[in-house]
């Protein structure tokens, strides 16, 4: 591949794009489950707390292993994890659909959850191997996108499949896990990988200079955990997607239990409250391209998510379960400002910011993990879906709070950013 190729915008963008899609689709799988659970629940006789578990499972290992894994993977390049990984995910998602018990479901769930954790940490090696400084919160905007195309168009396509195939979850895990095949050989295919050098630097092509990625240091564990903005927005995304996995969890039960809507109609709403937030991300993370404004959007979209996803469970009226799923979606918009907070601190590296992004989703992942058990635990307690969403429903108010955290702690002004090297300064 020519090296005029290489430096074009077009490539450069093509090359995170796939990355995106490749990673969003393990998203997919984790967060579409709620479609396949009740086919899944009938055949092992699953109870609402082992219902929890199982949908939750990917994010255990996100709270125990993602901070470990980022450490240890990204002194490989983006090309070879990516690639590695999604063989590993196919071979996991055949293995469900194999699965002969609930328990050998649940280990392949859990293995699923740990490609997943590899994977994401090629993101930030990436961005600062393809993108400026000024386009990071772009990147956190397209990612928001594609994961709201994606997740939606799989929200609406898993009952289509489930369907055909006569309410049979098992070939719905195998043809997903052909389609990863299908992109692990357009990653190799088409992806090359770059490395940080001055050469690179001096295209305008990254904000910081790394000749390697090699050095494995316990320094950079401590100075990535160092920075109080990480913990504040791994806060502000534990509640969010405590709410968010609850209700892709157990929201297509509750339509189909309490209200009589089929799981296909249910799926336009799931997918109202997916979409639109890509759309409204990359809207954000275009003309957010610093620090400026975040408190305000963190503020609004914690206090609208939460109204919203309460509003769904107190009324039947699919109309307007549509309206107040689309609203929600729009606030989560939110989602580039929040995650692309370790981009922006001050003096740090590229394998650091990697092991920062990990500590978000360590905690992030508390969430998403505690969320769908917690929502069964409380039915099972009480035999009521609908109180317990509504109790989890209030968890977006982390966002609200983060966003208010984040103006204290910010001693920067007009939204700057300090670089490591006036060089880089210079090009940007």
């Known amino acids: 591949m020519s090296k005029e190729i290489i430096d074009r915008d077009f490539y450069r963008w093509s090359v995170y794009g796939l990355f995106v899609t490749c990673n969003t689709f393990g998203f997919f799988i984790a967060m579409t489950i709620g479609i396949l659970l009740p086919s899944i629940a009938d055949e092992f006789s699953l109870s609402p707390t082992s219902q929890g578990i199982f949908g939750s499972s990917p994010y255990w290992a996100y709270i125990l292993l993602t901070l470990v894994i980022t450490w240890w993977v ?39 959850g740990i490609t997943m954790i590899a994977r994401e940490a090629a993101g930030p090696l990436i961005i600062r191997q393809w993108l400026t400084q000024r386009e990071v919160n772009l990147a956190g905007g397209v990612e928001n996108l594609v994961f709201g195309f994606i997740v939606s168009s799989g929200i609406l396509v898993t009952p289509e499949l489930l369907d055909i195939f006569g309410g049979d979850w098992r070939p ?20 090359k990988d ?16 790394e000749k390697n990625n090699q050095g494995l240091s316990r320094s950079i564990l401590k100075k990535a955990l160092s920075y109080k903005e990480v913990w504040i927005a791994s806060f502000g995304f534990c509640g ?5 996995t609850s209700f892709n969890s157990f929201l297509p039960t509750m339509f ?53 996803f309460l509003g769904m469970t107190y009324t039947e009226n699919y109309l307007f379960l549509l309206i107040l799923g689309s609203i929600n979606g729009l606030a989560w918009g939110f989602f580039p400002i929040l995650y692309m907070v370790p981009y922006h601190l001050d003096d740090i590296r590229p394998r650091e910011i990697a092991v920062a992004v990990a500590l978000v989703w ?8 505690i969320g769908p058990y917690l929502t069964g ?28 955290m984040l103006k204290l702690t910010d001693n920067s002004k007009n939204g700057d950013i300090k670089f490591p090297d006036k060089k880089c300064e210079a090009i940007l």
Not at 78 to 100: D, E, H, N, R, Y
Not at 176 to 188: D, P, T
Not at 240 to 244: E, L, N
Not at 287 to 294: Q, T
């Open 256 to 308: 189909l239990e309490s209200y009589g809507i089929s799981l296909s109609k249910s799926s336009f709403v799931a997918a109202s409250y997916v979409f639109p937030g890509g759309i409204s991300g990359i809207i954000a993370g275009y003309y957010i391209r610093g620090k400026e404004m975040r408190t305000p959007v963190l503020v609004i979209a914690g206090a609208v998510i939460a109204i919203t």
């Open 172 to 191: 719905v895990m195998k043809i997903l896990a052909l389609v990863f095949l299908l992109l692990i050989g357009l990653w190799l295919v088409l992806v």
């Open 240 to 244: 969010a997607f405590m709410a968010f």
């Open 377 to 404: 635990y409380i039915q099972e307690v009480t035999g009521d879906l609908r109180l317990s969403l509504r109790i989890v429903a209030l968890a977006p108010i982390t966002v609200l709070i983060a966003g208010l």
């Open 74 to 112: 990204t002194r490989y390049s983006p090309k070879v994890i990516v690639a590695v990984t999604m063989l590993l995910s196919s071979l996991c998602l055949a293995f469900q659909g194999w699965a002969p018990t609930f328990f050998f479901l649940l280990i392949g769930r859990l293995l699923f």
């Open 362 to 369: 360590t905690i992030a992942s508390l969430g998403l993990s």
């Open 194 to 209: 770059r490395e940080i050098t001055a050469e690179v630097q001096k295209n305008g092509n990254t904000s910081y200079v």
